[in-house]
């Protein structure tokens, strides 16, 4: 049987973008990872319904929206009926505007970072910038919202600040499935520097009592709840180290020259590293979690740190 052409959604593909690997994780779950298992670009959830298919993020705009597009019709379980936005970040949410008369849902704060920031640039070469439609959420929520597929509970619960200030994730309680977006990633660096040290390692513990079997995490392999046990020791090492410099008045971009990779240097993207470390700065400063900071000089410093080291990177 062939491959269902990609609906029509108004997108003009630039370049062929591999279709994702699709993963049956429970009885009609699956979840969708970009070839290679590499960091970026992110994952996504399908989750099939006697009426249609509830989609967890929609990748980025463009070809790998189209692509997510086709991976669901392909179920033959009908049209989207509702996408969950786990976060506001373009590589999330910029593929909403190829899955017209879905509703899109999010936390409220996503709503409004997606409306402040547009269409930002995205750094994938095949993503049509003329193209890019941001969808705002239709619907928001501020705690916890449950919807139904059928007989099956998606419970939606708000477990930010973290990776963002508006973190979402899907739980299946029959299931066992956790979507977790980026508050978790799978083989790649933890990225807290929109978001929150301290208020991800909550989030961690939040997403560890769910007692999931299977992790859909926003980025990286299907996994297992060890992921949990590697984010915490993780974070708990950045607050360690940023306690170490921030007392020796080191600069966050110092005190990772100083610490190395620790027991992490397997993980991609290591450079994220000085993000890390400038938001765990600003905790011990004072102040909100999740408080806005200046992010073109960090985005700068971690890419010097990121040059200099020459971690190993897959995306």
Not at 15 to 27: F, N, S, Y
Not at 207 to 212: D, E, P, T, V
């Amino acid at each position: 049987m062939t491959e269902p052409e990609p609906p029509r959604t108004g997108y003009r593909p630039h370049a062929p973008v591999p279709q994702p690997r699709r993963t049956e994780v429970a009885d009609g779950v699956f979840a969708c990872t970009p070839p290679g298992d590499g960091g970026c670009p992110g994952n996504a959830g399908l989750i099939s319904g006697p009426d249609g298919v509830t989609l967890i993020d929609t990748v980025a705009a463009g070809s790998r929206a189209l692509a997510l597009a086709a991976s669901a019709e392909a179920l033959r379980a009908g049209p989207v009926r509702a996408v969950v936005n786990t976060h506001h970040h373009g590589g999330h949410v910029l593929g909403n505007a190829a899955f017209p008369g879905a509703t899109v849902i999010a936390h409220a704060l996503a709503r409004s970072e997606m409306a402040e920031t547009g269409p930002a640039p995205t750094q994938w070469p095949d993503a049509e910038r003329g193209d890019v439609r941001v969808v705002l959420p239709s619907v928001t929520f501020d705690e916890r919202l449950t919807l139904y597929s059928g007989e099956r509970r998606i419970e939606l619960v708000f477990c930010g600040p973290a990776h963002t200030t508006n973190d979402v994730v899907a739980w299946l309680p029959d299931d066992g499935v956790l979507f977790t977006g980026d508050v978790a990633l799978s083989g790649v660096t933890p990225c807290m520097l929109t978001g929150s040290v301290e208020g991800a390692l909550r989030a961690v513990a939040t997403l560890r009592g769910f007692g999931a079997r299977t992790v859909v995490c926003g980025h990286g392999p299907v996994c297992g709840p060890e992921v949990f046990d590697e984010t915490e020791a993780y974070l708990r090492w950045i607050q360690v180290i940023a306690m170490e410099g921030w007392q020796q008045g080191l600069t966050p971009l110092e005190t990772a020259r100083e610490a190395g990779l620790g027991d992490f240097g397997r993980l991609l993207d290591a450079g994220r590293i000085v993000g890390n470390l400038h938001r765990a700065y600003a905790e011990l400063d004072g102040g909100a979690l999740g408080r806005p900071l200046e992010l073109p000089p960090v985005f700068a410093e971690m890419a010097q740190y990121t040059r200099d080291t020459r971690p190993a990177y897959l995306a």
